[in-house]
């Protein structure tokens, strides 16, 4: 990577392994990725609970809440920032805005993950190759990618926000799974089935899963 701004990587005094020591587990980024009402936020929001409860030190980023601000749309930034900036900085839902937005999550998610923060990241994701880019910015065993495998139509028939309605009656273009492709992960960590299991079962899954590798202590 080529370094054309005359920026310098600054080392800090706490490490993260102290910081680690001090929480009481690794940090580590969760990834859920799935179709729209999937059941991605769901879980993740329950599993931050437990975590909680655990007393580990956790956080979610939800597709939705950060397209509030860090990822906000041009229409949320004009008011405040004027055109120009929202056309330039303001994220749609281009692939390559799509790209941008998991770009900027995956570096949000790095320094939770470094500060022993358990990242708990809930997003479409839809290009594998996004998901790949991110994942090679994490040591062995850091990223961990949680495919939320629920059929579309139960997404479709869950539908909260009425998009997939929307999209069958063309009122949203490049819609993920109606006319915009979302690619599986190949060789996901978990595999969570959401029409087959509870979301609170599922969650529990997860904390199972980060017990064997290492992440929570067990004692």
């Not at 799935?34 to 931050?48: E, P, V, Y």
């Not at 805005?97 to 708990?120: M, P, S, T, W």
């Not at 599986?184 to 590798?213: C, F, G, H, M």
Request: charge should be neutral; glycine fraction near 8%.
């Amino acid at each position: 990577m080529t370094n054309d701004t005359n920026i310098t990587w600054h080392d800090h005094q706490v490490t993260r392994k102290e910081r680690e020591a001090m929480n009481g587990h690794k940090g580590c980024v969760i990834w859920f990725t799935g179709l729209s009402a999937s059941g991605k936020s769901t879980i993740a929001n329950i599993l931050d609970h437990k975590l909680h409860q655990l007393k580990k030190h956790s956080a979610v980023l939800d597709g939705d809440n950060v397209r509030h601000s860090l990822n906000a749309g041009p229409g949320m930034l004009i008011d405040t920032h004027g055109e120009s900036f929202a056309k330039r900085f303001g994220l749609g839902f281009s692939a390559m805005d799509r790209e941008e937005n998991i770009r900027r999550i995956g570096a949000v998610a790095q320094i939770f993950c470094q500060a022993g923060i358990i990242a708990l990241t809930a997003f479409i994701s839809p290009y594998r190759a996004d998901r790949d880019r991110i994942r090679k910015k994490f040591e062995a065993g850091e990223f961990i990618e949680v495919f939320v495998d629920t059929p579309i139509e139960i997404c479709e028939q869950r539908d909260p926000k009425g998009l997939y309605k929307k999209a069958r009656a063309g009122e949203i273009k490049g819609f993920t799974g109606i006319d915009d492709p979302y690619e599986p992960p190949e060789t996901p960590e978990l595999v969570l089935n959401t029409n087959k299991k509870t979301a609170e079962s599922l969650a529990e899954e997860v904390i199972d899963y980060l017990r064997i590798q290492g992440v929570l202590k067990t004692s």
